[in-house]
């Protein structure tokens, strides 16, 4: 994922309101949205070259989604797959904070990296370019490719929006809302922008909640809803790139997910 919006634990009727957006080079191979053939009791998309995902929740209630951090400068070619680290934890079964300090030692082997991992028991965040193991608060956040809640644009007028759409008033959460909140391709001044090292050009590239671009953009957009009663509902929808459209829609095709998890003692 680049962008990660969510409400937690805000909403009487909803312990987790999460909006996401998955920003990767066309060319990198994606399975969509089902539960794994090799892991069926987890939920979520797969990278194919890889073989880890970035954002995935298990019938029994763990939940992991992940971000790069962005520092080109720091890049290791022969680093492992972050997306392994989202696997590890789905398929774990050491409680969120326990499994943090073990990836606290290892960190170092991996690329910048944001990691949301938990229950709805409670969440945690971690990031091995601020080496903190932190619970997240009740609340709405964001995270994109630097630490959680950081000021981007993208990630402070995507958190104005998902508070909008999530307002104690409403009795509904509609998905569609949250998909247009996730497609904003609205580019922010120059002066708002972030220097990450990669040039002014592709700073204005990268800026918007939505990301278009020859070769590179937003792949697929994620809503994940669990509700107070246990009920889970993830939906994804997949684009066409810019250039592979022709006069077709930019949607390629939306899966829609839902399941109930255990009882809660």
Same mark, same amino acid.
């Given at each position: 994922?680049?962008?990660?919006?969510?409400?937690?634990?805000?909403?009487?009727?909803?312990?987790?309101?999460?909006?996401?957006?998955?920003?990767?080079?066309?060319?990198?191979?994606?399975?969509?949205?089902?539960?794994?053939?090799?892991?069926?009791?987890?939920?979520?998309?797969?990278?194919?070259?890889?073989?880890?995902?970035?954002?995935?929740?298990?019938?029994?209630?763990?939940?992991?989604?992940?971000?790069?951090?962005?520092?080109?400068?720091?890049?290791?070619?022969?680093?492992?797959?972050?997306?392994?680290?989202?696997?590890?934890?789905?398929?774990?079964?050491?409680?969120?904070?326990?499994?943090?300090?073990?990836?606290?030692?290892?960190?170092?082997?991996?690329?910048?990296?944001?990691?949301?991992?938990?229950?709805?028991?409670?969440?945690?965040?971690?990031?091995?370019?601020?080496?903190?193991?932190?619970?997240?608060?009740?609340?709405?956040?964001?995270?994109?490719?630097?630490?959680?809640?950081?000021?981007?644009?993208?990630?402070?007028?995507?958190?104005?929006? +998902? *508070?909008?759409? &999530?307002?104690?008033?409403?009795?509904? %959460? @509609?998905?569609?809302? =949250?998909? #247009?909140?996730?497609?904003?391709?609205?580019?922010?001044?120059?002066?708002?922008?972030?220097?990450?090292?990669?040039?002014?050009?592709?700073?204005?590239?990268?800026?918007?909640?939505?990301?278009?671009?020859?070769?590179?953009?937003?792949?697929?957009?994620?809503? +994940? *809803?669990?509700? &107070?009663?246990?009920?889970?509902?993830? %939906? @994804?929808?997949?684009? =066409?790139? #810019?250039?592979?459209?022709?006069?077709?829609?930019?949607?390629?095709?939306?899966?829609?997910?839902?399941?109930?998890?255990?009882?809660?003692?």
């Amino acid at each position: 994922m680049c962008l990660i919006l969510f409400s937690y634990k805000t909403h009487p009727a909803f312990d987790l309101i999460l909006a996401a957006n998955r920003d990767e080079f066309y060319d990198r191979p994606t399975a969509p949205l089902d539960f794994f053939p090799d892991h069926p009791h987890i939920l979520g998309g797969r990278d194919l070259k890889g073989n880890g995902t970035w954002l995935g929740v298990t019938r029994e209630g763990r939940i992991a989604a992940i971000t790069n951090f962005r520092d080109p400068l720091s890049l290791r070619e022969s680093a492992p797959s972050r997306g392994e680290i989202v696997n590890a934890f789905l398929t774990g079964t050491d409680p969120p904070h326990l499994f943090l300090q073990k990836l606290h030692e290892e960190s170092h082997r991996y690329n910048g990296f944001n990691l949301i991992v938990g229950t709805m028991g409670a969440l945690y965040y971690y990031s091995n370019r601020e080496g903190v193991i932190r619970e997240i608060p009740k609340g709405l956040h964001g995270l994109s490719n630097h630490l959680l809640n950081t000021p981007w644009p993208k990630v402070s007028n995507g958190k104005t929006a +998902l *508070l909008e759409q &999530t307002r104690l008033d409403k009795e509904r %959460i @509609e998905p569609e809302a =949250l998909f #247009e909140v996730l497609s904003d391709q609205t580019r922010p001044p120059d002066a708002a922008l972030p220097d990450t090292r990669v040039g002014m050009e592709w700073e204005r590239v990268l800026s918007p909640i939505f990301i278009q671009s020859p070769g590179y953009g937003t792949r697929s957009s994620a809503i +994940l *809803l669990i509700e &107070t009663g246990g009920r889970v509902t993830f %939906i @994804e929808r997949t684009f =066409l790139p #810019e250039e592979n459209r022709g006069n077709k829609e930019r949607i390629s095709s939306t899966r829609r997910i839902s399941f109930k998890l255990p009882s809660r003692p």
